[in-house]
């Protein structure tokens, strides 16, 4: 990893670490050079930015809320952290991503079929009232004659009060033909989060846990080769039904005790 250092201006208060909100372009092809623009808060004119991977060219602060850096990205794909410096340290893990394929990151005018209370942001559907379902379809009709990845987190809500319980789906993939669901997400209790068809069978549990320690990482629905597989930490479960689909489908997404955040659309 490669760190720049901006130049240095005495007496700035650091009383926060730098807080990410966005990206723009979120990703970039293996051995090329761009700029990011970066957005959020507490940046500086010392802040430091490293992305795990790649290496950075230059540096430009150009307000509390924005940066920009140059970079050149390295041959290997995947995803890559990145990290902040302004005398207190911030790592946004997987926050970048180097792809030969075509990222799409919703934006808050990407949804429609909206149930409120719920709310948007780039990448992100929030809730607005706390123990309150609100739900939206992603406006993105994905093509099952291709390959995809749909990438999320569930992250709690800085309206919430943990621990809680609460049954709720907040994710279901349906067929564009008739919104028939062939697969569904189901928080319960915030105890288990497991995989169910759409007959709400259980397939497999993804995290459980009895303390309400809520499955917070990052989870993967990948549709290849005409099979769905689900990803997340230390976990990998391959569907061997709904594998020859004829219509498209839509990803629905709801919010009730979790925030669903860094939301991104993988053309593989």
């Known amino acids: 990893m490669t760190k720049v250092r901006a130049g240095q201006i005495r007496g700035i208060a650091k009383t926060f ?24 808060e507490f940046f500086n004119p010392e802040t430091t930015v490293e992305i795990e991977g790649c290496t950075v060219n230059s540096f430009e602060f150009v307000s509390t809320t924005e940066i920009r850096v140059a970079i050149t990205t390295g041959v290997t794909e995947g995803y890559f ?9 911030s790592v946004y893990v997987d926050g970048f991503i180097v792809s030969l394929g075509e990222v799409t990151v919703p934006e808050a005018t990407s949804w429609t079929n909206i149930q409120e209370p719920i709310s948007f942001e780039t990448g992100s559907v929030l809730l ?53 669901v062939l697969f569904q997400l189901q928080n319960y209790n915030n105890v288990n989060f497991s995989i169910k068809d759409g007959a709400d069978t259980q397939l497999k549990h993804i995290y459980a846990n009895e303390d309400f320690d809520i499955y917070e990482g990052e989870v993967i629905v990948e549709y290849k080769e005409g099979l769905w597989t689900f990803y997340a930490e230390g976990f990998t479960y391959t569907a061997l039904i709904h594998n020859n ?22 053309q593989l």
């Open 17 to 40: 670490a730098p807080i990410l909100r966005s990206i723009e372009p979120v990703f970039m092809l293996p051995n090329a050079s761009g700029e990011l623009i970066m957005t959020g």
């Open 81 to 89: 952290d990145v990290s902040f410096d302004n005398g207190l340290t």
């Open 128 to 180: 607005d009232v706390f123990n309150s379902l609100g739900k939206a379809r992603l406006n993105i009709e994905l093509d099952v004659t291709t390959d995809f990845q749909v990438r999320f987190s569930q992250k709690r809500s800085a309206l919430g009060s943990y621990p809680v319980g609460a049954n709720y789906y907040p994710v279901k993939i349906l067929s564009s033909s008739d919104d028939s």
């Open 245 to 266: 689909l004829i219509n498209n489908v839509w990803f629905d997404f709801s919010v009730r005790t979790m925030d669903i955040k860094d939301i991104k659309i993988i």
